[in-house]
C-alpha cells in the first residue's frame, strides 16, 4: 500500500520555466508535508515544508500549494535552473504515529540550459 | 559536527556476512531515524529513536537487522548474515525533539552485498 504517490515520476523543463510536482496522500492523520532534494550520491535535503492549517508556502523560488479537502500537495519550482537538477521527494508523517516520514517514489528533475 | 556524518560511506560486504553501519547525528538532536534507500527509490523507514529508547521498530525488515542507540547519541544499525537483497543506502536523520518535524539527513552508507 503505497500511501504517498508522486508524480511525474520524470520531468524536463527549460531554463526559467516552471517545474511543477505532484504528491497524494491516503492516511487523513498526516499533519506534515515537507518536500527535500536529493543529489546523486547525497543524502535527501530539507527544501521546504508545509502543515495543513495552510494552503500555501512560498520560500524563495520553491512554493507548496496544499489541498486538504482532495488530499494533494505539489511543489511550484518557478525560475528552474540547471542547478536544481536533482531527484525530488514528497513525503508525509503524522505527530500521532513515530513522525517517521513516508515518501513518494521521486521525481527527477532535468533542467535544460 | 554541523551535520549528521555517517560511516562507512561504502561498504561491500560477501553475503552472509556482518555490518555495522554507525550514525552520528547532529549534536543535541534528541531523535533518531534510520531509512533504506534502495536504487531508484524513495527511502523506506526502518526504526526511530528518541534518545535511547527505541520507540519504533516497525519497519526493520527481517530479525537480521538490529540497531541501537546506548547513549543517545551515536547509533549503530546492525545486519546480520547480509542478503544481496540488503544491498541499498542506509540513511540516518536527526531531529531536535519529539513534535519537532524537521529531519535532518547524512550522506548515507551505501551498502552492497556480493
Known amino acids: 500500500q503505497q500511501q504517498v504517490k508522486q508524480s511525474p515520476q520524470s520531468l524536463i523543463v527549460q531554463k526559467g520555466g516552471i517545474s511543477i510536482i505532484n504528491c497524494a496522500y491516503e492516511?487523513?492523520?498526516?499533519?506534515?508535508f515537507p518536500w527535500y532534494q536529493q543529489f546523486p550520491g547525497k543524502g535527501p535535503a530539507l527544501l521546504i515544508a508545509?502543515?495543513?492549517?495552510?494552503s500555501e508556502k512560498k520560500e524563495g523560488r520553491f512554493t507548496i500549494s496544499f489541498n486538504k479537502s482532495a488530499k494533494q500537495f505539489s511543489l511550484h519550482i518557478m525560475d528552474s535552473q540547471p542547478g536544481d537538477s536533482a531527484t525530488y521527494f514528497c513525503?508525509?508523517?503524522?505527530?500521532?504515529?513515530?513522525?517517521?516520514?513516508?515518501f513518494g517514489k521521486g521525481t527527477k528533475l532535468t533542467v535544460n540550459p | 559536527g554541523a551535520g549528521v556524518s555517517q560511516s562507512p560511506r561504502y561498504k561491500v560486504a560477501k553475503r552472509g556476512q556482518d555490518v555495522a553501519l554507525r550514525c552520528d547525528p547532529i549534536?543535541?538532536?534528541?531523535?533518531l531515524f534510520w531509512y533504506q534507500q534502495a536504487l531508484g527509490q524513495g527511502p523506506e523507514f526502518l526504526t526511530y529513536f528518541q534518545n535511547e529508547a527505541q520507540l519504533d521498530k516497525s519497519g526493520l525488515p527481517s530479525d537480521r537487522f538490529f540497531a541501537e542507540r546506548p547513549e543517545g547519541s551515536v547509533s549503530t544499525l546492525k545486519i546480520q548474515r547480509t542478503q544481496q537483497e540488503d544491498s541499498a543506502v542506509y540513511l540516518c536523520?536527526?531531529?531536535?525533539?519529539?513534535?519537532?518535524?524537521?529531519?535532518?539527513f547524512g550522506p548515507g552508507t551505501r551498502l552492497t552485498v556480493t
Open positions: 513525503a508525509a508523517s503524522s505527530q500521532g504515529g513515530s513522525e517517521k516520514l513516508v
Open positions: 549534536s543535541g538532536h534528541v531523535s
Open positions: 508545509i502543515r495543513p492549517d495552510v
Open positions: 492516511n487523513t492523520a498526516f499533519d506534515y
Open positions: 536523520a536527526s531531529s531536535l525533539a519529539a513534535g519537532v518535524y524537521e529531519q535532518y
